[in-house]
């Protein structure tokens, strides 16, 4: 079983975007809360490489695999069946 999708008509009134409401599942969710390091800490750390590398990550977690079970939590199910 998957959580429904809604069909929502886009502010131009012709594009239409698909969302899921992901409310429960993220209310069932563990936040894993880790303190964010102090930026001079980081600049101090940059001293002492020897490279530095700069990457595009804004489409990186598509390659990402899922567990088993976050793909059934996750699952939503459309007309056209039930996607994972």
Not at 65 to 80: E, H, L, Q, V, Y
Request: hydrophobic share 50%; with cysteine.
């Amino acid at each position: 079983m998957g959580i429904p999708i809604v069909v929502i008509i886009k502010k131009n009134g012709v594009d239409i975007r698909l969302c899921i409401d992901y409310r429960v599942v993220n209310s069932l969710t563990r936040l894993m809360v880790y303190p964010m390091p102090l930026i001079n800490d980081l600049l101090d750390d940059l001293d002492k490489v020897l490279w530095y590398c700069s990457l595009d990550m804004a489409s990186g977690f598509w390659v990402v695999p899922m567990t088993d079970r976050a793909r059934a939590i996750s699952a939503f199910t459309t007309p056209f069946g039930l996607f994972e």
